[in-house]
């Protein structure tokens, strides 16, 4: 970790309660630069919440399409029109007649690439405004399925009532719409009870702060860290001097294969400058990061 710079990233532990909106505002606030974050936690859910401060926040998007990982408590034998405790309790089942290696086959089900129906309280826009606003106006609406991936799902303890589990899964899934999906499979209902977010992106547990009260007290990430799994590219001096002024420039064969995709650009001292990427053999810029 580096030491405290306003242009970083801020892994903070969300806790139960907050909006993530409200702990961006706090942290906008105590360090007066403008903050994006990587992916939002609902108020029930807790863990990893990447901010991203000043300049990293041409970085977020990075985030935003990585896979995350979580632990849950789903409760069986309840719906509700959020689908976790939260909500409005819209249907309750009896459970008793389940049994717990019924549960954790349904559960592995759930393994790979399918389609997911978001909750209708959720910030997806539909037809421009948040979902969650038009349900909450009176409308009831039928969201559409989208295309997720549970890369693995481990059972870390079941009853009839309720369970646990970890999940990893790709951008987009809610993992509220699995507790849902899975109670409805056992044909009793489901909601989620407690939920933590282990990893988002490049960013783990490890690497969680609570929500600072002073700048003294945090500590923030290097900007790169968000770029991490990028190619890296170093380039010579007088090219660098090119990038700092967003210069496009012929791909150079002295800096390597021409990468597929974007890549990190490096100067002197492994100087982090930009992220690029080539077109029609052209050095081009998504964001420069170096100081003129």
Not at 102 to 117: D, H, M, P
Not at 143 to 168: C, K, Q, W
Request: net charge positive.
């Amino acid at each position: 970790m580096s030491k405290m710079t306003h242009n970083g990233i801020l892994v903070v532990d969300k806790p139960v309660g907050p909006t993530s909106a409200s702990i961006v505002a706090s942290v906008k606030k105590l360090y007066k630069v403008k903050v994006g974050h990587g992916g939002t936690l609902d108020p029930l859910a807790s863990g990893v919440l990447p901010l991203f401060l000043g300049k990293a926040t041409r970085l977020s998007g990075y985030c935003l399409g990585g896979d995350k990982s979580y632990r849950a408590t789903i409760k069986l034998g309840t719906v509700t029109s959020t689908d976790d405790v939260q909500g409005e309790v819209i249907e309750t089942k009896d459970t008793s007649h389940l049994s717990v290696s019924e549960i954790q086959t349904v559960v592995l089900e759930f393994l790979g690439a399918q389609k997911q129906v978001p909750p209708q309280v959720s910030a997806i826009k539909v037809n421009g405004r948040a979902a969650y606003k038009r349900v909450r106006d009176g409308e009831i609406l039928e969201m559409p399925a989208r295309d997720i991936v549970i890369y693995s799902i481990e059972v870390l303890r079941a009853s009839v009532e309720e369970l646990e589990v970890e999940v990893g899964c790709s951008k987009g899934t809610y993992i509220r719409s699995l507790a849902r999906d899975v109670g409805a499979k056992l044909g009793v209902g489901g909601c989620i009870k407690t939920l933590r977010r282990l990893k988002a992106g490049r960013f783990t547990a490890e690497q969680m702060q609570p929500v600072p009260d002073d700048m003294k007290s945090a500590i923030l990430l290097p900007m790169d860290t968000a770029v991490s799994h990028l190619p890296q590219v170093d380039f010579d001096s007088s090219s660098a001097q090119g990038v700092v002024v967003g210069r496009k420039m012929e791909w150079n064969p002295q800096w390597g294969t021409i990468p597929d995709g974007d890549f990190v650009i490096r100067g002197n001292h492994s100087e982090f400058l930009a992220i690029g990427y080539v077109e029609d053999g052209l050095v081009r810029y998504r964001a420069v990061f170096a100081n003129r």
